[in-house]
Structures are given as C-alpha cells and as structure tokens.
C-alpha cells in the first residue's frame, strides 16, 4: 500500500505516514523513492492509536443515588465519600465509599428487584481505595496496579467485582 493509501485509512497525513516508515512505527519499504506498507502493521498501528485516544468515561464524585433499603419504608439518597490518609510507611491512601451511586446505570439496569436490593446491600460496606505506591498482600481478584487499586466489594452476580475495579481505575484518572 502506498503512503496515500495508508494516510486515509489511518485518517492522518501523508507525512505522518512517511515519518511512521522511516522510524519504523509501522513495517514499510522504501524502493525507487516510495515507501511500501505492510496493511497488516498499519492496522495494528491504528489500532493502537483508536485505544489511546478512547474517551474516558467521566466520573461524578458528586452524583447521588436514592433508593429504598430493604426493610425500610422510606427512602434514603447517597452519595460517594471520599477520605485521603498517609499511612506511618509513607503511603497516600484515598479511600472512596458510598460507591452505589457511581454505578448507578449498571445497578439500575438489574431487572430482578430482589437482585437490584442484594447488590446495593453488599455495596453499602464497599470501599474503593487508591494507592500512590504498590501494596502486596491483596487477594488478587480484588486489587490491580500491584494494590494500588483494591476494593473491599465481594461481587455479585449482577456486578461482578471486575466492574468496582474499573471504577476505581476511573476515579483514579479524575482525582
């Protein structure tokens, strides 16, 4: 493929194309003055690109989530509290709880009501807790970023533990 080609369908310059061959960003060969392009490794190459520039979901630290617990008549509105320590060791830790209201869409969108109720229950005692250092000694499945990320949440069927831990991956990114 030649660098008119590949510059449309990476939706860049003709000379960013160039300056990708000559540094090797993407496989290419240059015969009789023009530059030939793997397709394979521009691909990859915008692919890469398209995972860089995802927009990030922007989380509310302010947002607030009214639901009725169980065994209560009335309802109650939450919202997320956020905490910053630095342990004796030096550690900076910041501990975020209340979390129901930052996952809102996923809690609202379990049919079962009794399902709904269970999830926000086992959310009630969660806790995000971000790390500017590693901490080992995590269960695995509760951490990420060597225990820079953890939570206290346990899972449940219908918010599986994975969803608090790219939480607190976006939470991270917004503090």
Excluded at 39 to 67: D, F
Excluded at 103 to 121: F, K, M, P, Q, V
Aim: proline share 5%; net charge positive.
């Amino acid at each position: 493929m030649n660098t008119t080609a590949a510059a449309l369908q990476a939706n860049v310059t003709t000379a960013t194309i160039r300056a990708w061959c000559r540094t090797g960003v993407i496989t290419a060969v240059k015969a009789a003055g023009r530059w030939a392009i793997e397709a394979a490794s521009l691909a990859h190459r915008i692919a890469i690109a398209a995972m860089r520039t995802r927009k990030a979901t922007r989380v509310n630290l302010n947002a607030t989530y009214t639901y009725t617990p169980a065994g209560e008549t009335r309802p109650g509105t939450i919202s997320p509290r956020i905490k910053t320590r630095t342990t004796r060791s030096g550690i900076t830790l910041t501990s975020i709880d209340r979390i129901a209201p930052l996952l809102a869409d996923r809690i609202d969108a379990i049919e079962d009501e009794g399902d709904r109720l269970h999830t926000l229950t086992v959310l009630e005692g969660a806790r995000i807790v971000i790390a500017d250092q590693p901490r080992p000694g995590f269960d695995p499945a509760t951490v990420r970023d060597e225990g820079r990320l953890a939570t206290t949440y346990r899972g449940t069927r219908d918010l599986p533990i994975s969803v608090v831990l790219d939480l607190a991956e976006q939470i991270r990114t917004a503090l």
